[in-house]
């Protein structure tokens, strides 16, 4: 079962959720649940945002984000500015999703959930006929309508090939919803983890990883950066070209400005994506957001998941294994040590040379230290010199041919010996965190 993130949302309009006053949710991790009278107070607001159409967006950014500010002047390649989106009645998109069937049901999370539907070209002036994602917030849930309206704000202003495209959104009585266009291929994270689906090719994931990144380094080279904050493989979405999109701004931040290196905010994120800086002091910045995506690109490489609940060997305990500390020391070794962590399903279909820089990237990415980490830009230009390499492992003599693939079990007992005599202490250490994974 995949981790859960955890969410705190604020309990009041001033009060920053402490932990004393946090409930605990079943998975054991502490979050505010808003009661539902302090919920509706909040959304009552939402009912404006028909009149945003034509009045600045940083005006309601500086009143809502907590402590964040609005962008000034657009940066090269952004649509910046007023909201241009179309607003729903509930009643419609009721109809698009045929009441909200859960035969149209395309999945759950956190905010609530998200529905296929297909909306008739005369609906609304401009707005094609064509099939879209409708998002509906559980107010019951542990995340609020603050998210709700950040993500309206957020990509009601930008647009990106790289960024989801929200179409629209409905604010009536209690409901919350947005509506977006429709991506195919679903997310990456159901690609990588789901044993139902084909293989991602090495090619392929080259081209996601490119996608993404640059999404991101959109988002930090705005002219006031914006932090996404939630960079991870399940919000990392796909159209028929495979071709990635960020979706799910809910905890987007606008980023320091000036001499300041960082804003400070409760730390809200998933397991095993988030920075450890901003974990323990709070502090983010868009250096936290490479981190998420190094981590991304481990998964990319290894096809496992950032956090994995393993039960051990010896005392068969459940216990929580971080693919950031179980694949570092393997980045750094040559091609024969990492193939000990590659993925099994690529079955050696991947560049030697490609997977040597993608693993040297991620671990930079995922440096302890932000100083150390590169901009998004640099990680964009790097991805990009890995296309179109030819030399697979299964052809250079790299990974056995005819022999079955069982992820790290598949090793040869050549390419054990030499991890073995690399060191008893490292050694020690490399076992002890493979023999974590399953």
Known sequence: MPPRPWRPVLGGGTKCCAAEDAAVAPDGLARCRPQQSELSRRLASFRRLSSLANSPVSATMDKQQDGGKAGGEAAAGETAGPLQLHSFGLGELRGVTHDFSASFLLGEGGFGAVYKGFVDAGMRPGLGAQPVA????NAAGFQGGGEWLA??????????PHLVKLLGYCCEDEERLLVYEFMPRGSLENHLFRRISATLPWGTRIKVAIGAAKGLAFLHTASTPVIYRDFKASNILLDSDFTAKLSDFGLAKMGPEGEETHVTTRV????????????????LNVKSDVYSFGVVLLELLTGRRAMEHVRGRSTHAEQQVKL??????????????????????LAGHYSVKGARALAQLGGQCTAPQPRDRPRMVAVVEALERLQGLKDMAVSV???????????????????RAEVKGAGANAGSRRRSASSKLP
């Open 397 to 415: 003599g790299l990974w056995p041919a005819a022999a079955p693939v069982a992820g790290r079990n598949a090793i040869s007992a050549k390419i």
């Open 151 to 160: 993500e309206v704000i957020f990509l009601g202003q930008f647009r990106h």
């Open 134 to 137: 409708v998002k509906q917030l």
């Open 268 to 283: 809200m994120g998933t397991h095993g994506y988030a920075a450890p800086e901003y974990v323990q002091t709070g502090h």
């Open 324 to 345: 950031v500390d179980w694949t570092r020391p393997y980045l750094s070794g040559g091609s024969r040590r990492l193939r000990c962590i590659m993925g099994g399903r």
